[in-house]
């Protein structure tokens, strides 16, 4: 998490969209954990935190995106990878055409 602290919002995995997960543990062993997380139109992830964590975009779509910083919209295409050492909060909406799908790689 960016601020380094424990955070009292649900991580990747545990939050989900009004009710039903939207990320699924691919692998979780000691080094690493990696989430695919599904997101067809109208379709988001709840308010949660992300760790240090590695992200690559099996197919892109287009979010709108609320953290710190605002509300925005965002196109994401397939093939997009990104990287940071955490996100204290955010929550996403696909407000696009196609299912989204995401790898993302949790380093322990």
Not at 27 to 43: E, H, Q, W, Y
Not at 58 to 75: A, C, K, P, Q, W
């Amino acid at each position: 998490m960016a601020c380094g602290s424990k955070s009292t919002l649900p991580d990747p995995l545990e939050a989900g969209w009004k009710g039903s997960p939207v990320c699924q543990k691919v692998l979780d062993n000691a080094d690493l954990r990696i989430l695919k997380c599904t997101f067809p139109p109208g379709v988001g992830h709840e308010k949660h935190f992300h760790a240090k964590h590695f992200g690559y975009t099996l197919v892109g779509s287009t979010f709108r995106i609320e953290d710190t910083t605002g509300i925005r919209e965002v196109n994401v295409p397939t093939g997009t990878d990104f990287y940071n050492d955490g996100i204290d909060w955010h929550r996403v909406l696909n407000i696009g055409d196609s299912t989204a799908v995401f790898l993302i790689v949790e380093p322990k």
